[in-house]
């Protein structure tokens, strides 16, 4: 309720042998007020909409609304692209540009793998190494 309602309901119920207030107490349109009212006055009377109403508001759906801040997943389209492209690098290029993406530190350098060498085929077959048994120890 405004001010000015309330002051004309006190009047309608002041007793009939009361006057009014004292005119040094009574605030008119043109009467000054203190500056704290007229401030609240101009922060209430904004030019926005008025939030408690529910006049032109729309009803969002819950399930629309939790499908359009799912993740969303690209994958498939994302293949697709890559593997459409028909200039394919040579391997070595592609290990150097690996290298050159990994860190410098030694931590992110993996170990080097050393070859293990592969025992290295013999030229001789089972007979022959029998052959070589009957003739060293003698054994027919």
Request: hydrophobic residues 30%; glycine residues 10%.
């Amino acid at each position: 309720m405004s001010a000015s309602l309330i002051r004309r309901g006190l009047e309608l119920l002041e007793a009939p042998g009361q006057g009014k207030a004292p005119p040094a107490l009574q605030q008119g349109r043109d009467g000054t007020r203190p500056a704290g009212t007229a401030r609240r006055r101009k922060v209430t009377a904004g030019p926005g909409k008025n939030k408690a109403t529910i006049k032109g508001r729309v009803v969002k759906s819950a399930i629309e609304e939790y499908h359009k801040k799912k993740a969303v997943n690209h994958l498939k389209a994302n293949l697709l692209y890559m593997t459409s492209g028909r200039c394919v690098a040579d391997k070595a290029v592609t290990q150097q540009v690996l290298t050159q993406n990994r860190g410098r530190k030694s931590k992110d350098r993996p170990a080097e793998k050393k070859e293990k060498k592969k025992p290295e085929g013999t030229v001789f077959t089972e007979e022959d190494f029998r052959k070589f048994e009957r003739e060293y120890f003698g054994i027919p």
